[in-house]
């Protein structure tokens, strides 16, 4: 037991594990800070939201720890993978027409006074079903069982469901960034780099010609979703829009500016006193910047992108087909996450609603980080252990 424990210790990855459990106290400390005041506006206990946050971070903490010791043929297994797919298009299923629409959409579970976000589990799924599907079409070429095509055909059938649930919700930071996903995964296994770079280019232009598109002619109008819309206008023109849509954008310009280089003080945001709306969540980097100023935005994004590249690092490293996929998702799930929050906090990109992963107060969004987080600490020591057995071995041979 003793041995176990040391060896599970010495393959630990605490350069991953460490600024994890730094960004989630980061997080606590200014969930609490960023929400109190305006509890107590409402009524309502100060510490509310700082006890929920405790907790999703303690279950967050608990799940990287299971499954960067579990055995990892569990995760794609079939039966695994079979129970995984229908949870998810049954989860959101029920979050489209069972519930209803939070901030204009039909994204959320409400359980009591906790909710479940569906469009973040489906995230992980993807990352481990594409991985696992790439990886086996692999072996199969190998062995010659395969055709090349037939793998892609079943990823579409299986994946673009989960992806129109997701924008019907409609959930448009989401749905984006499960396309990423896939686009990167399937990038990823190409053989021909040229070609890849050729769709990425071409899948952003799309993008970029959609948003401005929209905002020309204005797709929404009189529909029930003309809340989108009215985003667009205020990521485009916010001061125009200062009273309405672009509130929350011209709150955190201001937040930015008044934190300067070393912050007002923690606790001291003036933008979080009923200015800027919902200040704890996708809003939170606003209030790091007022209260502890570029240098605290730093350590904090500092942080995040040590943890991507890290994680990147590990997938480059990897022998295996499958651990590399599931890293290159891995990160690609926390860059995308990242830059979309980020860029509408500085009015860069459209608001999203995408949260600032471990900092942002969520449940789902920390649990299924942290899994994933979880399942790449794993890989990790595996590969450390493949490593130290290897060298071990040509030690012996030398002999």
């Given at each position: 037991?003793?041995?176990?424990?040391?060896?599970?210790?010495?393959?630990?990855?605490?350069?991953?594990?460490?600024?994890?459990?730094?960004?989630?106290?980061?997080?606590?400390?200014?969930?609490?800070?960023?929400?109190?005041?305006?509890?107590?506006?409402?009524?309502?206990?100060?510490?509310?939201?700082?006890?929920?946050?405790?907790?999703?971070?303690?279950?967050?903490?608990?799940?990287?720890?299971?499954?960067?010791?579990?055995?990892?043929?569990?995760?794609?297994?079939?039966?695994?993978?079979?129970?995984?797919?229908?949870?998810?298009?049954?989860?959101?299923?029920?979050?489209?027409?069972?519930?209803?629409?939070?901030?204009?959409?039909?994204?959320?579970?409400?359980?009591?006074?906790?909710?479940?976000?569906?469009?973040?589990?489906?995230?992980?799924?993807?990352?481990?079903?594409?991985?696992?599907?790439?990886?086996?079409?692999?072996?199969?070429?190998?062995?010659?069982?395969?055709?090349?095509?037939?793998?892609?055909?079943?990823?579409?059938?299986?994946?673009?469901?989960?992806?129109?649930?997701?924008?019907?919700?409609p959930d448009t930071?989401?749905?984006?960034?499960?396309?990423?996903?896939?686009?990167?995964?399937?990038?990823?296994?190409?053989?021909?780099?040229?070609?890849?770079?050729?769709?990425?280019?071409?899948?952003?232009?799309?993008?970029?010609?959609?948003?401005?598109?929209?905002?020309?002619?204005?797709?929404?109008?009189?529909?029930?979703?003309?809340?989108?819309?009215?985003?667009?206008?205020?990521?485009?023109?916010?001061?125009?829009?200062?009273?309405?849509?672009?509130?929350?954008?011209?709150?955190?310009?201001?937040?930015?500016?008044?934190g300067g280089l070393?912050?007002?003080?923690?606790?001291?945001?003036?933008?979080k006193r009923g200015?800027?709306?919902?200040?704890?969540?996708?809003?939170?980097?606003?209030?790091?910047?007022?209260?502890?100023?570029?240098?605290?935005?730093?350590?904090?994004?500092?942080?995040?992108?040590?943890?991507?590249?890290?994680?990147?690092?590990?997938?480059?490293?990897?022998?295996?087909?499958?651990?590399?996929?599931?890293?290159?998702?891995?990160?690609?799930?926390?860059?995308?996450?990242?830059?979309?929050?980020?860029?509408?906090?500085?009015?860069?990109?459209?608001?999203?609603?995408?949260?600032?992963?471990?900092?942002?107060?969520?449940?789902?969004?920390?649990?299924?980080?942290?899994?994933?987080?979880?399942?790449?600490?794993?890989?990790?020591?595996?590969?450390?252990?493949?490593?130290?057995?290897?060298?071990?071995?040509?030690?012996?041979?030398?002999?």
């Amino acid at each position: 037991m003793k041995n176990k424990l040391k060896e599970k210790l010495k393959y630990f990855d605490y350069g991953l594990f460490i600024p994890y459990l730094i960004l989630c106290l980061i997080g606590i400390v200014m969930v609490y800070s960023a929400s109190a005041i305006n509890l107590t506006y409402v009524g309502v206990k100060a510490t509310s939201y700082l006890f929920k946050q405790i907790i999703f971070v303690g279950i967050g903490i608990t799940l990287t720890l299971i499954f960067s010791h579990m055995n990892p043929k569990f995760w794609v297994s079939k039966n695994v993978l079979r129970f995984g797919y229908w949870t998810v298009i049954i989860l959101l299923m029920m979050a489209k027409f069972l519930f209803g629409a939070i901030n204009g959409a039909n994204g959320w579970i409400t359980l009591g006074s906790f909710s479940i976000q569906p469009a973040e589990i489906a995230k992980l799924y993807l990352v481990v079903a594409i991985s696992k599907a790439f990886s086996k079409r692999e072996a199969d070429i190998y062995l010659g069982k395969h055709k090349r095509t037939t793998t892609r055909k079943n990823l579409a059938v299986n994946i673009l469901p989960i992806l129109a649930l997701i924008a019907i919700e409609p959930d448009t930071g989401g749905a984006t960034i499960c396309a990423a996903i896939c686009l990167v995964l399937i990038l990823a296994n190409s053989k021909n780099w040229r070609a890849s770079i050729g769709i990425l280019g071409v899948a952003i232009s799309i993008i970029a010609l959609t948003v401005m598109a929209i905002h020309a002619i204005n797709p929404f109008k009189g529909s029930k979703v003309e809340y989108m819309y009215k985003r667009f206008e205020g990521y485009f023109d916010p001061f125009t829009y200062a009273t309405t849509s672009g509130k929350q954008l011209v709150n955190s310009f201001y937040a930015i500016s008044n934190g300067g280089l070393f912050g007002v003080g923690l606790g001291n945001s003036i933008q979080k006193r009923g200015y800027l709306p919902e200040p704890y969540t996708d809003f939170i980097l606003a209030i790091i910047a007022e209260e502890l100023g570029f240098i605290g935005v730093l350590v904090v994004l500092g942080l995040l992108f040590f943890i991507i590249l890290r994680i990147i690092l590990i997938g480059i490293r990897s022998n295996n087909t499958f651990n590399t996929l599931v890293c290159y998702g891995v990160a690609t799930f926390f860059t995308v996450e990242s830059i979309f929050n980020i860029g509408a906090v500085n009015g860069l990109l459209p608001i999203t609603g995408v949260t600032l992963p471990f900092i942002s107060y969520g449940g789902s969004s920390m649990v299924v980080l942290s899994m994933a987080l979880g399942m790449v600490m794993n890989i990790s020591a595996n590969e450390k252990r493949h490593t130290a057995r290897n060298m071990f071995l040509n030690m012996e041979l030398k002999k």
